[in-house]
């Protein structure tokens, strides 16, 4: 068992690869390779987490090369976690895409394992170069399901995303060589050890090395002034891209996380970037609520939903108590799911409204008005946070572990808009609505991936308690650095 | 040596970045490229500079760093990749929007 940590990415590197050598033509072949590659994910990613969830910390070396010299892949809890919610996230957001988007443009189920390939292998790594390379394979992957479907709003969305994340990474290698030039190493256990050494003039551009990578996993993250490019890019995308695209945002944090946690928790840079975190954080959390409100489409007000949680975890996250972290993971798993689902919802509801699409503007009601209505409900309560949902237990543990007024008050108060925002959106949608649409019926599947995904916030909430509990597991082993650095750099004597 | 590389670094990144601000597409490729080719040179030198130095231990007095060679071949190649798709996209976005304004409008100002 101890190869199963690199079959995450493993699995979607060969179904990318046998995707492209597959016939054209012969659609369902590749979306049976799609769907089998994608459903092959999610026992993996839970035997990963039932390894992990036993407290030890696995660690892969690539080629068993000895760490800190070769590419190390490690498995903690976070990790774990984050594996898992991307194959849980993923497998609805195929099963909608294999209903008729992947046929408007080539190479559909390829990218979209790419894409996993490059999430999954960011959230492994303990590597910062390998790191780097991973946010490559994604990047690129999302770069073509950006653009999946064509279509002039997104092309445009399509050149802002790609050249802002050109110019991240580009910022990525000067922080990388920075990092190498004063520790001499990229392992990131080896980093967080040997950047404590440093003094005088190394400190300080280890300091500007650590203040870059901030902007970098900020940029991915979209947090405030990077997150321009976000709503416009997810809200022209095809739905079920933009439904794993809540998780890419994700991996900024995640980043955020790891290398905060690894080697700026302590010692000499303990802290470092904290403080600005925390009130771009904020800033982001309130300009993202007025995005909300300001949205003139679906798919645009869930895309500022989106960052509005961003805003919300980054600063749980900047707070840096292992209490927060742990309700920021809960946090983390109920948006990322509930603005899939809503994402695809988006889709669903514009499909019966033929000119019109998203748009928030009165016209006919939906397909499967009832229904529709009634999943936007859950789906808007969940959301905004308030109970009986997921998104109530997660922002009452956020505010219980960060007992910051300014925080509670932007967190309260955003809901507040947002909820304005989603009742204003859900009445012209569906109340107002004037005549039927068309006429034929919703299609099966899509309901159904829709449905999985907004049904993740009830059991979020009636599970909540070891949900949570597990959330803070994987918090106190992230506050204690040690435990990974000493797995990492004690695993040279064991061959693999 | 450190002088010249750093003076050249500056001067790619500069232009680069300059570049980059432009409202055109084409500019704004250019741009990047520039600021990836500092940026690679700035990796290289990360292992610090020596000349006539063989990347063996045991090979020379003081050998060169492998590692930044290796890692900046791979920024190389990826950066290549993204320029490439740049380019294509740029085009699309000509033949799509009828123009090469970043933004997709016409605003009457020259790239």
Redesign the interface.
């Known amino acids: 068992m101890e190869h199963l940590i690199i079959a995450p990415i493993l699995i979607p590197a060969f179904a990318g690869m046998l995707l492209l050598l597959e016939v054209r033509e012969r659609q369902h072949l590749r979306r049976l390779t799609g769907l089998l590659a994608t459903l092959a994910l999610i026992p993996v990613a839970l035997g990963l987490w039932h390894q992990a969830a036993t407290g030890e910390i696995d660690v892969y070396q690539l080629g068993d090369w000895r760490a800190p010299f070769g590419i190390v892949l490690v498995l903690d809890r976070l990790s774990a976690l984050m594996v898992l919610l991307t194959a849980v996230l993923a497998l609805p957001a195929l099963i909608y895409g294999s209903r008729g988007d992947d046929r408007r443009g080539a190479n559909f189920h390829a990218l979209f394992q790419m894409q996993l390939m490059g999430i999954n292998g960011a959230f492994l790594t303990g590597d910062l170069f390998n790191l780097f390379v991973f946010f490559e394979v994604l990047l690129i992957a999302s770069y073509g399901l950006a653009l999946h479907g064509r279509g002039p709003a997104r092309v445009k969305g399509g050149i802002h995303y790609v050249v802002l994340n050109l110019i991240g990474s580009a910022l990525f290698l000067v922080a990388l060589g920075l990092a190498y030039g004063t520790t001499g190493t990229l392992n990131m256990a080896d980093f967080a050890v040997k950047v404590n050494e440093l003094e005088g003039n190394s400190l300080d551009l280890a300091r500007l090395s650590g203040l870059l990578m901030w902007v970098v996993f900020g940029l991915k993250a979209a947090l405030f002034p990077l997150y321009f490019w976000l709503p416009a890019t997810y809200a022209s995308a095809t739905a079920p891209v933009a439904a794993l695209f809540a998780i890419m945002t994700k991996v900024g944090i995640y980043a955020i996380a790891r290398v905060y946690g690894l080697a700026f928790s302590g010692g000499a840079l303990a802290g470092l970037g904290r403080d600005p975190l925390w009130i771009i954080a904020l800033v982001t959390l309130g300009l993202a609520a007025v995005g909300v409100l300001g949205a003139r489409r679906l798919g645009e007000m869930v895309a500022y939903l989106l960052v509005m949680s961003v805003g919300t975890l980054v600063a749980g996250l900047s707070w840096s108590s292992p209490e927060a972290l742990g309700a920021m993971l809960y946090y983390l798993i109920h948006s990322t799911l509930v603005c899939g689902g809503l994402f695809l919802l988006a889709d669903l509801v514009a499909r019966g409204r033929g000119e019109l699409g998203d748009r928030l503007e009165v016209g006919p009601a939906p397909i499967g008005r009832g229904l529709l209505g009634a999943l936007f409900f859950a789906g808007a309560i969940a959301v905004v946070g308030l109970p009986p949902l997921s998104g109530f237990v997660g922002k009452v543990a956020l505010m219980q572990a960060v007992p910051a007024p300014v925080y509670w008050l932007l967190l309260l108060g955003g809901g507040l808009i947002a909820l304005i925002g989603l009742s204003r959106a859900g009445s012209s949608l569906f109340w107002r609505a004037t005549g039927d649409g068309e006429t034929h019926s919703l299609d099966g599947p899509r309901l159904a991936a829709t449905v999985a995904l907004l049904a993740t916030t009830p059991a979020l909430a009636i599970w909540g308690e070891p949900v949570l509990e597990a959330c803070l597991a994987v918090a106190a082993q992230w506050a204690q650095p040690s435990l990974y650095i000493d797995a990492v750099l004690g695993a040279g004597g064991s061959a693999l | 040596m450190e002088v010249i590389m750093a003076l050249m670094i500056a001067t790619l990144v500069g232009s680069g970045v300059y570049l980059?601000l432009r409202a055109r597409?084409f500019p704004?490729i250019l741009g990047?490229t520039l600021?990836?080719y500092g940026?690679?040179l700035?990796?290289f030198?990360?292992?610090?500079l020596s000349v006539n130095q063989v990347p063996v231990v045991g090979m020379s007095e003081n050998p060169s760093d492998p590692?930044?060679q290796a890692?900046v071949l791979?920024?190389i190649v990826?950066?290549f990749?993204?320029?490439a798709?740049?380019v294509v996209?740029?085009l699309?976005?000509e033949g799509?929007?009828n123009n090469d304004h970043?933004?997709?409008g016409s605003d009457g100002e020259g790239g």
């Open positions: 980059t597409t704004v990047i600021l990836s940026v690679n700035f990796v030198v990360s292992g610090r590692l930044p890692l791979t920024a990826i950066g990749a993204m320029t798709f740049l996209l740029a699309r976005g799509e929007l970043v933004d997709g």
